[in-house]
């Protein structure tokens, strides 16, 4: 029998973290559905099967919907499972971010350690969910397939990305200093920012672009990250998806300076740590590893498949030892009332 599966996606950076599990549903013979909204929803693919409606969602009744947001309508049908839009980038305290429990899942799939064990600690505590850690679906592809031989290269590639939080992000600082290093030539440049960046700053780095530098708007990064031999960032969860392949990052005024990144504080000081990037020392790779086996241990790009396994699991299980939910009731109303679904 045929299982049928909802992908929830609200933002279209969603986008790449569910593709991949889409495509093991797909494997196994079952039915993948998206209920997808806001961004997301003009970025779907003509063979992706969108559900408009929640009575649509209804009555195709899930067995489990995935998602990689922070919340999800509670009445659908099927396990609620939270899969992660990002990495624990350390934007917010944690009982404001990456680790805050809003009520509306039934199972985390973590990433790795450094946050399956806070979440288990959580598990333990509320009793309304459970953990299993499975590495992170969006990973997937960067670990897939026969490494492609390197490209030969005139010149070293940056990747230059930021988020899209003004107080958190390197764009609004360093648009003068990437002007001036991508015209010196000395390197080759590709300039990508979060969905949600502001659109003026978006057309400022815009017209940047020159012989050696391009600007690239795209949902999958993963050929960028391949590709490039260095990372600009600041504290965004794409420099620890860069990070994995065991390769520099560069972080401008980062929330969390660490061991794994080359922090700069100041424009000018970007070209040197550019410099030290390219020529590591064997004490910043070991940092990089140890790092990247706390995160994200896996690199055999099957987290997907470690994903529904786990949901199956649960379902099979069922929620008979878990605790109820707290009620949340202003935030399930606010959903409904967005989704015009009153039936009870």
Known sequence: MVKRYLLYASNRYALPVLRPLQSVIRSRGDAAFWFATGSAASRLLPDEQRIKTASAVMDIAPAAVFVAGNVVPDFFPGIKVQVF????????????????IRGFFDLYCTQGPDTTV???ELAERLGHFRVTETGWTKMDPLFQGSPAPPKKKKRP??????????????????EKTLAELSASGEYDWAVTFHPKMAPAIVNAYRSLENDYLTF??????????????????????IAYEFLLQHRPVITFRTRMPAAHFINVTEPESLSAAICRALDPEPKLIRAIRDCSDQIHPYRDGKSSERVLDAATAFIETGMTSLKPKPRNLLRRLKI???????RW
């Open 216 to 237: 690239i708007e795209t949902d999958d990064v993963i050929p960028l990250l391949r590709e490039a031999d260095v990372m600009i960032s600041d504290t965004s969860s």
């Open 336 to 342: 409904r009332r967005t989704l015009r679904y009153f």
């Open 118 to 120: 806070p979440f288990r």
């Open 157 to 174: 590639l940056i990747l230059y990305t930021s988020t899209f939080t003004p107080e958190l992000s390197a764009a609004y600082h360093l």
């Open 85 to 100: 839009h990002g990495f624990n980038a350390r934007k917010r305290p944690d009982d404001r971010g990456h680790f805050r």
